[in-house]
C-alpha cells in the first residue's frame, strides 16, 4: 500500500523568511511524487513533480523540492516566504504497486504574514 | 490553451435525488480522473477514465458512477443522494494517465455539492 503523510497540519512563517512544507511518503515501487496548491475555493495547481534524475526540483512560483531516498521524503521548500503564498499545499506520490494510482496526503495549510 | 473546465461550480440537492457533474479536460488530453474532496476524508480517488473506458476505480459505492465520451469529455453521477455526499468534486486531466506514472494531472475548479 501507498501513502503520503504531511506531518504538520499548519505551518506559520513571515514573509521573506524560508517556508518549507514536509512529506513523507511510503510506496512498494518506486515513487513519482508531486506537490499541488489549492486557494481558497479554487481546484489543485501543479507546482513540481520529481520522476527521477536530481534530487532537486525546481518548480512553479519559486518553490523547490528535496528529493530524499533514505528519509523517504520530498519537503517543498521556498527560500523567501510571500503573503500571496498562504494557502493549501497537497503532497501526492503514485506508484506502479498501487495502478499509479494518485494518493494525496491530507494538506498543509500555510499562512504567511506581513 | 484552455484548462480543465467543470460545470456546474455550485449545486444543491435533496437526499435522495441524483446528480450528474460536467467535465471538459485541456484539449489534448485523454484521461479523466475524478476526486472527492471533504474536510474530514481530504481528497479520495474516485475513478479515472482513458479512451471511454474506465481505468481505475476508488473505493466508493456503486452510487457513484462515471463514463466519458470519444472527444474525452467526462460524467460523474451520483444517485441516491446521502448528506455524506456534500462535498467538492474536483476533475483532473492529464495526456496519457493510467500506465503514464509521470504524467501530470491538471485540475479543474470543481464542483461544489451541497445535499440537504
Keep these: 500500500a501507498q501513502s503520503v503523510a504531511q506531518p504538520?497540519?499548519?505551518?506559520?512563517?513571515?514573509?521573506?523568511?524560508?517556508?518549507?512544507?514536509?512529506?513523507?511518503?511510503?510506496?512498494?515501487?518506486?515513487?513519482?511524487?508531486?506537490?499541488?496548491?489549492?486557494y481558497p475555493n479554487r481546484g489543485l495547481q501543479f507546482l513540481l513533480k520529481y520522476i527521477t534524475g536530481d534530487n532537486l526540483v525546481k518548480g512553479s512560483y519559486g518553490f523547490e523540492a528535496e528529493f530524499?531516498?533514505?528519509?523517504?521524503?520530498?519537503?517543498?521548500?521556498?527560500?523567501?516566504?510571500?503573503?500571496?503564498?498562504?494557502?493549501?499545499?497537497f503532497c501526492a506520490v503514485r506508484d506502479s504497486a498501487n495502478d499509479y494510482k494518485l494518493s494525496f496526503g491530507a494538506g498543509t495549510t500555510v499562512t504567511v504574514r506581513a | 490553451k484552455a484548462g480543465?473546465?467543470?460545470?456546474?461550480?455550485?449545486?444543491?440537492?435533496t437526499r435522495g435525488q441524483q446528480v450528474t457533474l460536467s467535465c471538459?479536460?485541456?484539449?489534448?488530453?485523454?484521461?479523466?480522473?475524478?476526486?472527492?474532496?471533504?474536510?474530514?476524508?481530504?481528497?479520495?480517488?474516485?475513478?479515472?477514465y482513458f479512451s471511454e473506458t474506465q481505468r481505475n476505480k476508488g473505493n466508493f459505492p456503486g452510487r457513484f458512477s462515471g463514463?466519458?465520451?470519444?472527444?474525452?469529455?467526462?460524467?460523474?453521477?451520483?444517485?441516491?443522494?446521502?448528506?455524506?455526499?456534500?462535498?467538492?468534486?474536483?476533475c483532473a486531466s492529464s495526456r496519457e494517465g493510467g500506465g503514464a506514472s509521470t504524467d501530470t494531472q491538471y485540475f479543474g475548479p470543481g464542483t461544489r455539492l451541497t445535499v440537504l
Design chain 2, 24 to 48: 471538459s479536460p485541456i484539449s489534448g488530453h485523454r484521461s479523466v480522473s475524478w476526486y472527492q474532496q471533504t474536510p474530514g476524508q481530504g481528497l479520495q480517488f474516485l475513478f479515472e
Design chain 2, 67 to 90: 463514463r466519458q465520451f470519444s472527444n474525452s469529455r467526462s460524467e460523474m453521477n451520483v444517485s441516491t443522494l446521502e448528506l455524506g455526499d456534500s462535498a467538492l468534486y474536483l
Design chain 1, 8 to 38: 504538520e497540519d499548519q505551518v506559520n512563517v513571515a514573509e521573506g523568511n524560508p517556508l518549507t512544507v514536509k512529506c513523507t511518503y511510503s510506496v512498494s515501487g518506486n515513487p513519482y511524487l508531486f506537490w499541488y496548491v489549492q
Design chain 2, 4 to 13: 480543465v473546465t467543470q460545470t456546474p461550480r455550485y449545486l444543491i440537492k
Design chain 1, 68 to 89: 530524499n531516498k533514505s528519509q523517504t521524503s520530498f519537503h517543498l521548500k521556498k527560500p523567501s516566504a510571500l503573503v500571496s503564498d498562504s494557502a493549501l499545499y
